[in-house]
């Protein structure tokens, strides 16, 4: 079964510095995995998605993921936070039967100026 | 970019009664749509499968005479929470996939979600 986890319920940076958002996969074949991120009482937004070629997958908004086959993760990153970037972020797979995502449990980042 | 709108975004209902929620692909035909509960501070989880002109594909421990759901058309479905209870609150979100077989790497689109409140 496809599945993603994301091993920090929270994660607190600084304006102005990098941040990282951690998320490991298992999936059987290729991964097809992707973030979102909820501000609160919305829906997700797309930020990024990594299907196959190059590791360090650029999206929305300066942030990037970096695909790591050996370690089987997924990790979010940003070289410099923003206060607005204080939301909720989710990793997920898509699962290739169904056809529907499946997601971690949620980090949510807090930036503070 | 593809548009997925939900309709209500909120809304409080009295136990026993009926709620309905819309979803709607705007700019795209969707095949496929997808209905997610998220309980406070935790992650999305999938409740139904919801494929067009086809009975939807329930997901184990949803009920689905309380929760129906209708995919009539290629950019429309609706949720119905049928005799809500207070336990039935939560933050409903749907998302919408054009056909899955060729674009299995695509993005779904979400909705706004529905914030239910049964009292």
């Known amino acids: 079964a496809q599945s993603v986890a994301q091993p920090e319920d929270q994660v607190n940076v600084a304006e102005g510095n990098p941040l990282t958002v951690k998320c490991t996969y298992s999936v059987s074949g290729n991964p097809y995995l992707f973030w979102y991120v909820q501000y609160p009482n919305r829906g997700l937004q797309f930020l990024l998605k990594y299907i196959t070629g190059d590791n360090l997958v650029k999206g929305s908004y300066g942030f990037e993921a970096e695909f790591n086959k050996s370690q089987t993760s997924f990790h979010l990153k940003k070289p410099s936070a923003l206060v607005s970037d204080s939301a909720l972020y989710f990793c997920a797979v898509r699962d290739m039967s169904k056809g529907d995502m499946r997601f971690g449990a949620g980090t949510r980042l807090t930036v503070k100026p | 970019g593809a548009v997925v709108s939900q309709h209500p975004s909120r809304v409080i209902c009295k136990s026993g009664t009926s709620v309905k929620i819309e979803c709607r692909s705007l700019?795209?035909?969707?095949?496929?749509m997808f209905w997610y509960r998220q309980f406070p501070k935790q992650s999305l989880m999938l409740m139904a499968t919801s494929n067009e002109g086809s009975k939807a594909t329930y997901e184990q421990g949803v009920e689905k005479d309380k929760f129906l759901i209708n995919h009539a058309s290629l950019t429309l479905s609706t949720l119905t929470v049928t005799s809500a209870h207070p336990e039935d609150s939560s933050f409903y979100i749907c998302?919408?996939?054009?056909?899955?077989?060729?674009?299995?790497?695509?993005?779904?689109?979400f909705g706004n979600g529905t914030r239910l409140t049964v009292t």
């Open positions: 700019d795209f035909q969707a095949t496929t």
């Open positions: 998302s919408a996939s054009l056909r899955f077989g060729g674009l299995h790497n695509s993005p779904l689109h």
